[in-house]
Antibody, heavy 113, light 112 residues
Framework: EVQLLESGGGLVQPGGSLRLSCAAS????????MSWVRQAPGKGLDWVST????????YYADSVKGRFTISRDNSKNTLYLQMNSLRVEDTAVYYC??????WGRGTLVTVSS | DIVMTQTPLSSPVTLGQPASISCRSS???????????LSWLQQRPGQPPRLLIY???NRFSGVPDRFSGSGAGTDFTLKISRVEAEDVGVYYC?????????FGQGTKVEIK
């Protein structure tokens, strides 16, 4: 079954760090562009970052540039998002997505003191 | 950044009646490769987004044929020919032509 499963969310204080993971299964992971998209409570969708299949090319929203790092391990079929210097406004459900085709169920990140 | 503007933001519809959502981009979504990377997503309550339509008018696998997409350049439309109860949710247009990828504000489809 084709599936994406996020993990690593939780409660963190402002200024803290968190690392999200997304385990992919059921497709040839290395062939696909992967992204993180977030959704603040009660709000719309907000693109965060995208990485090419090889991992050589990465793209970031201005709001997270310099604080977040996207990466992937194709040998483990896993996508990551390292989030540093977290802010209250980063509070959201973070979705892992293969293009726009396939979405995980999301993991909640709450940044609060 | 390309701004995506959806209208209406709310669409109360009678079961079995059609619904239509418009999406306008602030600049052309035609990519240098000739494709137009305009997609439509559906998000049912409490669920992750789901792809309905890609590249303007292509239905994704498993999407009922009552959903259709059309348009070109900067103006696009999603139509539901006959709304069913399971279609309740928020619909987003999104562009993957240029980074940063951007989304419309979302249109809430609900049953009258």
């Amino acid at each position: 079954e084709v599936q994406l499963l996020e993990s690593g969310g939780g409660l963190v204080q402002p200024g803290g760090s968190l690392r999200l993971s997304c385990a992919a299964s059921g497709f040839t992971f290395s062939r696909y562009v992967m992204s993180w998209v977030r959704q603040a409570p009660g709000k719309g969708l907000d693109w965060v970052s995208t990485i090419s299949g090889s991992g050589r090319s990465t793209y970031y929203a201005d709001s997270v540039k310099g604080r977040f790092t996207i990466s992937r391990d194709n040998s483990k079929n896993t996508l990551y998002l390292q989030m540093n210097s977290l802010r209250v406004e980063d509070t959201a459900v973070y979705y892992c997505a293969e293009g726009f085709d396939l979405w995980g169920r999301g993991t909640l990140v709450t940044v609060s003191s | 950044d390309i701004v995506m503007t959806q209208t209406p933001l709310s669409s109360p519809v009678t079961l079995g009646q059609p619904a239509s959502i418009s999406c306008r981009s602030s600049q052309s979504l035609v990519h240098s490769d000739g494709n137009t990377y305009l997609s439509w997503l559906q998000q049912r309550p409490g669920q992750p987004p789901r792809l309905l339509i890609y590249k303007i008018s292509n239905r994704f696998s498993g999407v009922p044929d009552r959903f259709s997409g059309s348009g070109a350049g900067t103006d696009f439309t999603l139509k539901i020919s006959r709304v069913e109860a399971e279609d309740v949710g928020v619909y987003y247009c999104t562009q993957g032509t240029q980074f940063p990828w951007t989304f419309g504000q979302g249109t809430k489809v609900e049953i009258k």
